[in-house]
């Protein structure tokens, strides 16, 4: 039998060298992925348009549990639809003059006097502050700023209660806030049965 003489640094032989090889590339490979995965860690959720109208719902519904309400939040299309209609007028269109609603605002919520929801169904809107907060800082304006207030007909509807379903919809659309600086805002509609 030939005997193969490998060259060996002082105190190394060659069962170590060979098995520190691997262990060095698996700890550069680690490190790699470690950063990749830290690097995307910074790019999640950024930005007020990642939330849509189910996040909203969903975190209205725990805040809701938290309160020992009874309701739930649930998204649908015609509120939706409302609240995009309303992001889309001017300012001056959507703005409340000497506390009444603007007439572009009732006829979209359908609260003139024709319309669908003015005795069928309780209605709340509003904007609600979005610039570089989450979908929780968002959900917790809305139940602040919007749904802490009476319906915009509770008025007319005497003795009814809202239903147990609250249905909304959200529009992201900007606002001209005190000092001229325009803000992302989210419009929401939130509709109940009156029963």
């Known amino acids: 039998m030939k005997q193969i003489l490998l060259s060996v640094k ?7 060298l060979w098995r520190n090889q691997p262990m ?8 790699v992925v470690l950063t990749g995965a830290m690097a995307l860690t910074l790019l999640t959720a950024c930005g007020g348009n990642a939330v849509n109208d189910k996040n909203i719902a969903d975190a209205l519904n725990d805040i809701a549990k938290g309160s020992f309400a009874t309701y739930t ?11 995009k209609a309303i992001a889309a007028l001017s300012e001056s269109d959507r703005n409340t003059k000497d ?14 006097e024709d319309g669908a929801n003015k005795t069928s169904r309780f209605v709340w809107w509003g ?3 979005a610039d570089e907060i989450g979908t929780t800082g968002q ?12 319906a915009v007909n509770a008025d007319k509807l005497g003795d009814k209660e809202p239903g147990d379903i609250r249905y909304i919809g959200t529009a992201l659309g900007t606002m001209t806030f005190p000092g001229g600086e325009q803000k992302t805002v989210r419009f929401i509609v939130v509709t109940a049965e009156a029963k």
């Open 10 to 16: 002082a105190g190394k032989t060659p069962f170590t």
């Open 24 to 31: 060095k590339m698996l700890k550069k490979l680690l490190a």
């Open 73 to 83: 939040f649930k998204p649908r299309t015609n509120e939706q639809a409302m609240a």
């Open 99 to 112: 506390g009444k609603l603007p007439e572009k605002v009732m006829e979209i919520l359908g609260l003139d």
């Open 127 to 129: 904007p609600a502050y």
């Open 139 to 150: 959900a917790y304006n809305v139940m602040n700023k919007v749904l802490s207030k009476d």
